[in-house]
């Protein structure tokens, strides 16, 4: 098959949606298929399949990230452009209300010759940029572009409630999103200078004050009392940006003593940190609808801490770590506590998270069910025809 595969979100910085499109990419290209992946860029890093499809720019999102999306409106012909030349088989727009690559995509998609083909990856908690986009949605709708599309996915039941409400009587698989387990592996390499007898704790996530959302001055909180404790720990965080102001002030008040800041990782990089790691944290307060560090470091033969909000809920099962309630600082610091002090606990659970990541969301598995639900749309696709 000739795959289009559609990406809103900058294909230069790192992102759940990027790292399921660049990776499902790769899988599907070593069964034979040809990929081809649009999405907008800001320019720092080309993909081999690439064709770029505007400039990508972050837009601030009140109460908690930043989304890199394009807004140019020259995407528009570029991608009819891209349509018309490359007769595809298949076209896989991700996001498709996302302004404005989603939106033209599904506007232009050749309808009579491409299996149309759109996953849903967030639940879309209300703001600003929701407001917009539920406006989108909607326009959508009252235009019956959404009739084009011939087969829904939603990576979550939570991502898969957000698309009922727009298209509440269509059929909406729910297929995961997935982690490559031979990269994400209990024998990756470590980190030398981390291997001295300290528990190692792991924070994965951009930082800025866009990015509060993902909880990072909650588990400073309680690893600050933690550390007075057990002062053979220590607490990692990797990922773009700078601590946000109200972070600062509590890395100020403990003087960040047993804290590293490791900055952005590689993709070469990443799996060490997880490899190097004891227990992998992610204290998000909101806005998950999958939580793809939570299979990396389940992947990885290591046990998780994580608030328990809607979407971490569906990927961590108690035998493979501890969910506790969101902003919850004590609650952060008991469970980790435990932890630290439990080397057997954390390696049943590692072990256990391991075995379910095998089974449920490895590329193994999960681009097997994606290539399915593309050919079983062409199918239907040249029976409607006929």
Known sequence: MKIALVCPYDIAYPGGVTRHVTQFAEHAKKQGHIIKIIAPSSGKTRHPDLIVAGRAVPVPIKGGTVSRISLSFWTLPKVREIF??????????????????????????????????VTFHSNMPYNAVAKAYNALMKSVRANELLKKIDALIAVSESARRYVHKYLPNQACKIIPNAVDTKVFNPKSKTIEKFLDGKANILFVGRLGNNEKRKGLKYLIMAFNRLHKRNP???????????????????????????????????????????????????????????GMVLIEAMASGKPVVASGIEGYREVLPEKAGILVPPKNAAALEAALELLVNDKALRKKMGANGRRIVNKEFSWDAVALRILSEYEKAIKLKKKSDT
């Open 232 to 290: 053979d720990t220590r607490l990692i965080v990797v990922g773009p940006g700078k601590p946000d102001g109200e972070t600062k002030r509590v890395l100020t008040t403990s003087k960040g003593k047993g804290i590293v800041f490791v900055g952005k990782a590689t993709a070469e990089e990443l799996p060490r940190y997880y490899a190097t790691a004891d227990i992998f944290c992610s204290p998000a307060t909101h806005g998950e609808s999958f």
């Open 84 to 117: 018309n030349k490359e007769n595809f088989d298949v076209i896989h727009i991700h996001e498709p209300g996302v302004p404005l690559l989603g939106v033209f995509s599904l506007a232009f998609a050749p309808q009579g010759k491409s299996a149309i083909i």
